[in-house]
């Protein structure tokens, strides 16, 4: 499956953006998604994930009661809406799949993703 990452851009604090994740190659409901995040100076980090039945969603502290992740079969698609972004949310934002049926907090374990998209940036000013 090859990922393709878009939704990016430069968003002031407090705004919102809604990441997408399109697919080629092969459908995503053979695939747990997940998205991830490397700012500058720092180490790749998860954000969230949705599970390949699409039944289990996992978010990363930081971004749990402002994110949400889902799957659109129709479009062979993963968005990322985020809300009342923050500074801290400026990065390099990532998608990932998995061909597992990843649970808990397995479906935040970058190791277990085989495939990645490139990534878009994600500015947040003040």
């Known amino acids: 499956v090859q990922l393709q990452a878009s939704g990016g851009g430069l968003v002031q604090v407090g705004g919102s953006l809604r990441l997408s994740c399109a697919a080629s190659?092969?459908?995503?409901?053979?695939?747990?998604v997940g998205w991830f995040r490397q700012a500058p100076g720092k180490e790749r980090e998860f954000v969230a994930a949705?599970?390949?039945?699409?039944?289990?969603?996992l978010y990363a502290d930081s971004v749990k009661a402002r994110s949400t992740i889902s799957k659109d079969y129709a479009k062979n698609a993963v968005y990322l809406q985020m809300n009342s972004l923050k500074l801290e949310d400026t990065a390099v934002y990532y998608c990932?799949?998995?061909?597992?049926?990843?649970?808990?907090?397995?479906?935040?374990?970058?190791?277990?993703?085989?495939?990645w998209g490139q990534g878009t940036q994600v500015t947040v000013s003040s």
């Open positions: 990932a799949a998995v061909q597992l049926d990843l649970r808990g907090q397995h479906m935040g374990d970058m190791s277990l993703y085989h495939y």
């Open positions: 949705v599970a390949l039945s699409s039944t289990s969603t």
């Open positions: 190659g092969r459908t995503l409901s053979s695939y747990g």
